[in-house]
């Protein structure tokens, strides 16, 4: 299982080069990227990409008879995630 539900993405023509983390189950799709520039070198992105989709699948197992409701807490908690990244890059912006 070594790149299952991991995808490498590097793009020319964009500055992110890294990991990405699919994972779809109920009708829902769970996706998170790790940035090589984020986490220093292309190993550590990987290395935090498969920590992350072992732990996916553990909770998953552990949740199997709530499995709808655990994609849906997932999927709220990484979008969190990506406003506060948000937020805190607008206020960056609007400090320079």
Not at 79 to 95: G, I, N, P, V
């Amino acid at each position: 299982m070594r790149n299952r539900n991991i995808t490498r993405y590097t793009y020319e023509n964009t500055d992110f080069q890294g990991w990405r983390v699919s994972i779809q189950r109920c009708g829902r799709i769970i996706t998170r990227y790790f940035s090589d520039l984020q986490y220093g070198s292309e190993e550590e992105s990987y290395r935090h990409a498969v920590d992350y989709r072992d732990e996916v699948f553990a909770e998953m197992a552990r949740h199997r008879h709530d499995l709808p409701e655990f994609m849906d807490a997932e999927l709220a908690h990484l979008q969190d995630l990506l406003r506060q990244k948000e937020t805190s890059a607008s206020f960056l912006r609007r400090r320079s």
